[in-house]
């Protein structure tokens, strides 16, 4: 199971830190995944890391602000986003890739889906 949390209304040019808890089969969920989905759009890919380690991968749109991160002790994920902005609003989904090592930005790769945080960014 994952868990997010930490999401909420933030004024633009803030900071949010997002958080996905893991349990259950954690060992078995090579890559930590971090989407977005906002009204009326698609679930486009936002981060991902490997619970192994290596270098994280980021979308092009969030490159520079956000940064994923990994605490492998409390089986938990981060995703510290800064300088955000308009369009970052969405719904922010964690997921969990088991059947690769290698960083997937395609959401169907994901088997194992949190329920989702609301993200908002105000003027």
């Known amino acids: 199971q994952l868990q997010a949390s930490g999401g909420g209304l933030v004024q633009a040019g803030g900071s949010l830190r997002l958080s996905c808890a893991a349990s259950g089969r954690t060992f078995t969920m090579n890559i930590m995944g971090w989407f977005r989905q906002a009204p009326g759009k698609e679930r486009e890919f936002v981060a991902a890391i490997r619970w192994s380690g290596g270098s994280p991968y980021y979308a092009d749109s969030v490159k520079g602000r956000f940064t994923v991160s990994r605490d492998n002790a409390k089986n938990t994920v981060y995703l510290q986003m800064n300088s955000l902005k308009l369009e970052d609003t969405a719904v922010y989904y964690c997921?969990?890739?088991?059947?690769?090592?290698?960083?997937?930005?395609?959401?169907?790769?994901?088997?194992?889906w949190g329920q989702g945080t609301q993200v908002t960014v105000s003027s």
């Open positions: 997921a969990a890739d088991p059947s690769s090592f290698v960083i997937s930005d395609y959401a169907g790769r994901y088997r194992y």
